[in-house]
């Protein structure tokens, strides 16, 4: 039997870390975390008492850069010792003329630069009797879904974007390297994939869809059969960030055999050919409305959410009033909608003159109306039929979940009533009793 009196009692380096962003940020500190817990560090979730902070940064919009020098600024105040990475460290100058005293500055993705970083100021404790790490890694989401991240970067040049300056160009991972993430996510409860990148539907355009040895076959790193091979894993599997380019087409019918969950995440970002030629959007020659339609021919149960940005430099009246009529017929499900914000560095600055700020607030109050009303009338729909629901939080009598339309954080809730305790992870089958804005309620009837 091995002892282990002999060890020694020096206490294992503590970290805190802040994680600001986006999902695909979140998988980046995912994966650092991963690696410090691997070589004996103690995450912990306060500045103070800890050996150095991390904090993991998003740089896309102003408001953003703020929060992020906030939070830089609070862990300077409560612990001194900052080390900086995510978007905002790809312009480290705007992290060091304000926090001279950072310890170091690195940019997204740059996971062997921050544990490097991590080395340096604070020298890591192995112990391998107490530092098992899962083989999943470290996550910060809930056990039952993940995050699953297969590209960096991005190839388009949307004019309000600087997202390809900060994190480069598209970089697919080898599609069996997905899938074995992805297995190994399963293997330990996950329930929900939610695939991931700054543009899911170009996946493997730069490897020129290069094929990898997964179970016995060769796989292309392309969009469509990523996604038919991720539906062979039993759980659900969301896609998010899908440019509407033509092949997307090809993965409604895995939809309808629920092979992937009937959902696409779209960022439309407006309607008004003008507006959309000022952002250099792709694929906005498309004859989106005629699409939809098609798609839901296919596929009745599907569910589009998307994201849109109103008080665009140039934006007219009338390219409002046209966005709002195209809002009507498409009647997405789910839409979030932003005011635009100008930022530093991107093209759209100088197409032409910032809106006033209170048309952008108008503008943003009318488009949210239109679609509350939109919303209201869909979810009505659902209302006597029965939904699979993820359970996310429980309660005495009421659980939280989420059907298959709802992603985690950005879509609505379901709220469920049962006769047992229900359990966070689990799927349930629930009969919709009525509707509201954004939110469903039921009864359990089936586990």
């Excluded at 600024?73 to 612990?79: D, P, R, T």
């Excluded at 469509?224 to 991720?230: H, V």
């Excluded at 050919?273 to 098609?294: F, N």
């Excluded at 009033?321 to 100088?350: I, T």
């Amino acid at each position: 039997m091995l002892d282990h009196s002999a060890k020694t009692d020096t206490a294992a380096p503590k970290v805190s870390f802040v994680s600001l962003g986006c999902p695909k940020a979140l998988v980046d500190s995912e994966r650092i975390i991963t690696r410090l817990r691997a070589e004996g560090y103690e995450l912990t979730r306060e500045h103070a008492g800890s050996d150095l902070v991390i904090v993991n940064t998003c740089g896309f919009l102003d408001s953003a850069k703020a929060e992020s020098l906030g939070a830089i600024g609070k862990a300077l105040k409560e612990n001194g010792k900052v080390i900086v990475t995510g978007c905002m460290g790809a312009e480290p100058d705007s992290i060091s003329s304000s926090y001279p005293k950072v310890l170091a500055i690195t940019g997204p993705q740059a996971y062997e630069s921050v544990v490097e970083a991590v080395h340096r100021a604070l020298p890591p404790q192995h112990d391998p009797f107490l530092d098992l790490v899962p083989p999943e890694g470290i996550k910060l989401t809930p056990r039952h879904f993940a995050y699953l991240k297969i590209s960096e970067g991005c190839n388009n040049r949307c004019s309000f974007c600087i997202i390809p300056r900060l994190r480069g160009d598209l970089v697919s991972r080898p599609a069996a390297d997905v899938l074995r993430e992805a297995e190994k996510l399963v293997a330990a409860g996950v329930k929900e994939l939610l695939v991931i990148s700054q543009d899911t539907s170009a996946y493997g355009l730069d490897i020129k869809y290069a094929a990898s040895p997964w179970r016995g076959r060769e796989l292309r790193a392309k969009f469509i059969d990523l996604a038919r091979a991720l539906g062979e894993l039993g759980v659900w599997v969301r896609l998010h960030y899908v440019y509407p380019y033509p092949h997307v087409d090809e993965v409604i019918p895995l939809m309808t055999e629920r092979k992937v969950l009937p959902y696409l995440d779209i960022p439309f970002q407006h309607a008004a050919p003008d507006v959309l030629k000022r952002m250099r959007r792709p694929a906005a020659q498309e004859k989106t409305l005629e699409r939809i339609a098609r798609w839901r021919d296919i596929c009745p149960d599907l569910t589009l959410r998307s994201t849109f940005i109103v008080g665009f430099p140039g934006e007219t009246e009338q390219d409002f009033e046209l966005l709002l009529q195209w809002l009507e017929e498409a009647s997405l499900d789910r839409v979030g909608c932003f005011k635009y914000e100008p930022v530093r560095g991107a093209a759209a600055n100088e197409l032409a003159a910032a809106l006033p700020d209170e048309v952008k607030d108008g503008r943003w109050h009318r488009f949210m109306q239109a679609q509350q009303k939109i919303s209201t009338r869909r979810l009505k729909r659902k209302v006597g039929i029965r939904q699979q629901v993820i359970i996310d939080e429980t309660g005495p009598t009421v659980a939280k979940g989420r059907s298959m339309a709802d992603a985690p954080e950005i879509d609505g809730a379901v709220y469920v009533a049962s006769r047992r305790p229900l359990r966070v992870g689990e799927i349930a089958t629930v009969k919709i009793e009525r509707a509201d804005e954004y939110d469903l309620h039921g009864t359990a009837v089936g586990f």
